[in-house]
Nanobody, 115 residues
């Protein structure tokens, strides 16, 4: 069992920055992959960024050059640094954890970018 808790969301003006955190607890097995997703009202959930335990990362085209995903394995946390935020980045952001143990989701955190 893996538990994920996101934090760091909030209201920010366009052009601003936020850093989201996803803290994992429980049985953290490797190899694993952790992702950040987002879902805006009336839209499908979108994969934003991926981080593997091997050190690979990947980003959606819509956030490349603005968002950075990183890990701190010592505290079992994955981060999403979001810079140059745009109103279209407004969404509920959720993290997930995937490994041979299973697939787990956090509860999500709201990010609102005002114009």
């Amino acid at each position: 069992q893996v538990q994920l808790v996101e934090s760091g969301g909030g209201l920010v003006q366009a052009g601003g920055s936020l850093r989201l955190s996803c803290a994992a607890s429980g049985i953290i097995s490797s190899p694993n992959t952790m992702d950040w997703y987002r879902q805006a009202p009336g839209k499908q959930r979108e994969l934003v960024a991926t981080s593997t335990s091997a050190g690979d990362t990947n980003y959606a085209d819509s956030v490349k050059g603005r968002f950075t995903i990183s890990r701190d394995n010592a505290v079992r946390t994955v981060y999403l640094q979001m810079n140059s935020l745009k109103p279209e980045d407004t969404a509920v952001y959720s993290c997930d954890f995937r490994s041979a143990v299973g697939h787990y989701w956090g509860q999500g955190t709201q990010v609102t970018v005002s114009s």
